[in-house]
C-alpha cells in the first residue's frame, strides 16, 4: 500500500495514524500511515528521505512546519504561503509540494459547530503560528472583522502588516493590539494561545460576548479547557474545543491525497472517546 506518515519531535502521541486510517477505511482505500520522529536538525533529510524511498504523502506537526515551508517554496498553494508554515507535503512530478490545512480545518469545524464566519465580527486571540495559519481563511471567507489581540501586543501588530502587507484588500477589516483591546462585542472569539496547555485562560476583558457567539479553543481536551470555561461564565452562548479542527485538518490532507472528502463525525466520536 501506499506510504504516508506524520513527521514532529516529539511524536510519539500524535492521533494522525489513527485518524487516516480511519478516513482510509471509510473509503476504500489501502494505505500506510506511520508516525517519524525527525531529529531536531535533520527535518529536510529525513522528509527527502521518505520520498526517495517511495513515500506518497506525509503530515507536518510541531516544530518543523515553517522548515517544510522552506522546504517546499517553490511549489507553494497561497494559503500556505501566507500562513508562512506547512502541514501537508506531497511528491508531484518529482517536486515537493507544501499546502496548509490548519486553517481551512477551522474554518470546517466553525460551520459544523453552525457558525460560519461570513459576516461575523471575529476576536482571535494569540499572534504565534497558531494564529497565523488561521487568519487568511477566516478573512477570505468574508468575516466583518478580525481583530488579532496578544499578549504581547507587538507581535499582534507584525501579524496583521504581514497579511495587510500580502493581501491589501483585507487591511480594512484587520485589527491589531493587546488583550485590552479585545473590548467589544464578538460573534466568535478564537483562543490561538497555548494559555489551556498551561491550565490558564488568556486575560481578556469581560463581556465580550454577542448574543449566540461562538467561543473556540485551538487546544482539545477530555475537559473543558479554561478558555472555553470562563466564556460560558462570561456570556457566550457556546464553547467548542479543537478536536474538530484537528480531524477537518486532516480531512482536508486525505483529500489533497486522495481526491476523496472523508466524513469527519465517525472520527470525531472515536477520538472524543479516547480522550474521555
Ligand atoms: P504557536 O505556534 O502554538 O502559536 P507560539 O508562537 O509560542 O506558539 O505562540 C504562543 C501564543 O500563546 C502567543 O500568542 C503567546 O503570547 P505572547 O506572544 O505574549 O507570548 C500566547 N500565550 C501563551 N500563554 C499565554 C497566557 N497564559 N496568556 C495569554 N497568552 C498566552
Redesign the pocket.
Known amino acids: 500500500p501506499a506510504r504516508y506518515g506524520v513527521v514532529g519531535n516529539p511524536i510519539a502521541h500524535s492521533r494522525s495514524p489513527y485518524i487516516h486510517e480511519t478516513f482510509a477505511h471509510q473509503t476504500g482505500i489501502s494505505l500506510s500511515y506511520e508516525r517519524i520522529q525527525a531529529p531536531l536538525d535533520r527535518f529536510a533529510d529525513t522528509v527527502q528521505a521518505f520520498f526517495q524511498e517511495g513515500g506518497s504523502g506525509l503530515n507536518v506537526t510541531v516544530p518543523f512546519k515553517e522548515q517544510a515551508f522552506d522546504l517546499a517554496q517553490a511549489h507553494l498553494h497561497p494559503r500556505a504561503d501566507l500562513a508562512g508554515a506547512v502541514n501537508t507535503l506531497w511528491l508531484h512530478d518529482g517536486a515537493i509540494q507544501g499546502d496548509n490545512t490548519d486553517g481551512v480545518g477551522l474554518l470546517d469545524d466553525l460551520v459544523r459547530l453552525g457558525h460560519p464566519p461570513g459576516g461575523c465580527r471575529i476576536l482571535l486571540?494569540?499572534?504565534?503560528?497558531?494564529?497565523r495559519g488561521v487568519m487568511f481563511p477566516l478573512l477570505q471567507a468574508g468575516c466583518a472583522k478580525l481583530r488579532v489581540v496578544?499578549?504581547?501586543p507587538d507581535?499582534a501588530r507584525q501579524l496583521r502588516d504581514h497579511v495587510a502587507q500580502r493581501v491589501p484588500s483585507f487591511a480594512v477589516k484587520l485589527e491589531a493590539g493587546g488583550?485590552p483591546e479585545a473590548e467589544g462585542a464578538w460573534d466568535i472569539v478564537i483562543n490561538?494561545?497555548?494559555?489551556s496547555l498551561?491550565q490558564?485562560s488568556?486575560?481578556l476583558p469581560a463581556g465580550l460576548y454577542a448574543q449566540g457567539a461562538l467561543a473556540y479553543d485551538m487546544v482539545y481536551a477530555a475537559q473543558s479547557t479554561p478558555f472555553m470555561q470562563q466564556a460560558l461564565a462570561s456570556g457566550a452562548a457556546q464553547a467548542a474545543d479543537g478536536l474538530g479542527m484537528l480531524v477537518a485538518q486532516a480531512a482536508a490532507s486525505f483529500a489533497i491525497w486522495h481526491g476523496v472528502a472523508p466524513d469527519i463525525t465517525q472520527v470525531m466520536e472515536g477520538l472524543r472517546g479516547q480522550l474521555a
Open positions: 486571540v494569540g499572534a504565534g503560528g497558531a494564529a496578544n499578549r504581547t507581535r488583550l490561538a494561545t497555548s494559555s498551561d490558564t488568556p486575560d
